[in-house]
């Protein structure tokens, strides 16, 4: 156990972070780690597998000892190793033996890495919470939204926030890729290029700093695979693992279609119970979302009779692992518009009149802001058609009609037609 610690923990010894675990930074996911790493509160950063949860924990780490922290006061530990033991004991081994190394005085900072793996670990680190107080700061990912659970936030009340990860932004691709965005008229088409690799390849970041697409296939179907297997079928040890497998492949090649259960439970040969519990899982491993139909009444809107539109982590991932083999960029770019609504952590549904609009969002004013989403500047009347619709429906309550196109940048007919890689630059 001590030998595994100093071989994770290498500043103990060089003072310093490596530079092949910092990686490349991401400056403004990482700043929403930084800032809430000086308060009691437990951090806890949650998010799908390999999308870099480990690497911000490093760039947490190379923070703290650049601010002056002692490097022994520091552990870093991952739980998502084969331990035979993965009992709450494993965490008072690992605590015992970290303070017998180095007897650290001061604020102890402890960096639980995976901590979905251990039974019960939210008793384990509340009683510590409570014990230790300002003396022990907690930094935990997870790759389970099980970890957000009723009792869990029963249990850690008031002590735990967390920071939800994603894929790499478009902005945060262009980073890695050495890309400077100085004016994006001039470089429009450069921008374009480099959007095109993005619709399709996606945010992971091995996979955008790789170039050979075969490594990329390889390396996303081990992600999906991953997923499935370790977070799902031998966490919540399901017996049905190709029916799970079956509805995952079929989830991802209908991203962005209304779908009933009815309806995939015929194409999967699932229960519709056995179908819920199973999106569910899928939803809890950070691999789909579901969004419901936009209503003024709650239990119209979470109805299990209304349909869900279905959308994926990542473009990539539902590349590699979908059934489909056309291009299919109108759907690719509609997902990474829903994606982007959710790094901004709104509040968001579809609508569906005579016409669909693809997202309403609710403004923090109570307003509304209707967007349809369609990957071509040439525009079909349904999907202007689908916006004026819902404007009519909802009246004052609209504040803003949006057309997310490929190029087209114009403003006509009280909706303004937006660019998608404008869009999820934030730049709109």
């Avoid at 005085?105 to 919470?129: A, M, T």
């Avoid at 390849?201 to 997923?227: A, C, M, Q, T, W």
């Avoid at 492949?249 to 519709?272: D, E, R």
């Avoid at 491993?285 to 003024?296: K, R």
Wanted: charged share 30%.
């Amino acid at each position: 156990m001590k030998q595994l610690m100093k071989m994770w923990n290498p500043w103990w010894v060089e003072g310093e972070v490596p530079a092949s675990r910092k990686r490349i930074s991401r400056p403004d996911t990482l700043e929403n780690i930084l800032k809430i790493l000086d308060i009691r509160e437990i951090v806890c950063i949650a998010g799908v597998r390999r999308c870099g949860k480990s690497t911000l924990m490093y760039q947490a780490v190379d923070h703290l000892i650049e601010k002056g922290v002692a490097p022994e006061n520091i552990l870093y530990f991952n739980l998502d190793e084969p331990f035979e033991d993965k009992s709450l004991g494993l965490l008072d081994r690992i605590f015992n033996e970290y303070i017998e190394l180095h007897a650290p005085k001061g604020r102890k900072y402890l960096f639980l890495d995976e901590i979905q793996n251990i039974e019960n670990w939210e008793q384990w680190v509340k009683k510590f919470y409570d014990l230790y107080g300002e003396e022990v700061k907690f930094v935990l990912t997870g790759s389970n939204s099980t970890m957000l659970s009723d009792r869990l936030s029963t249990l850690l009340t008031g002590r735990m926030i967390t920071q939800h990860v994603f894929p790499l932004s478009f902005k945060e691709c262009l980073d890695f890729e050495g890309f400077e965005i100085k004016d994006t008229d001039t470089q429009r088409n450069e921008i374009l290029h480099h959007f095109n690799n993005y619709l399709s390849k996606g945010g992971f970041p091995e996979v955008v700093l790789e170039e050979d697409e075969e490594i990329n296939h390889l390396r996303l179907n081990e992600y999906f695979n991953s997923i499935l297997l370790r977070d799902i079928v031998a966490g919540r040890k399901i017996r049905e693992s190709a029916k799970l497998i079956e509805l995952a492949n079929y989830s991802l090649s209908n991203v962005s279609t209304l779908m009933s259960y009815s309806k995939i439970s015929k194409a999967t040969g699932l229960s519709i119970n056995s179908l819920k519990e199973y999106m569910l899982y899928l939803e809890q491993a950070y691999l789909i979302y579901q969004l419901n139909f936009f209503s003024y009444s709650v239990k119209d809107s979470i109805s299990a009779q209304m349909p869900r539109k279905i959308y994926c982590i990542d473009n990539g991932l539902r590349n590699a692992a979908s059934f489909t083999f056309s291009a299919d960029e109108g759907r690719l770019a509609e997902n990474l518009a829903f994606l982007e609504l959710k790094r901004r952590n709104v509040e968001f549904f579809y609508w569906k009149g005579k016409r669909e609009v693809d997202f309403v969002v609710k403004n923090r004013d109570g307003t509304l802001t209707g967007i349809n989403c369609t990957y071509t500047d040439r525009i079909r009347p349904g999907e202007t058609g689908a916006l004026l619709e819902f404007k009519e429906k909802f009246g004052e309550k609209v504040s803003e009609l949006i057309l997310l196109t490929k190029n087209l940048e114009k403003e006509e007919g009280g909706i303004r037609y937006v660019p998608v890689w404008k869009m999820v630059l934030g730049i709109e």
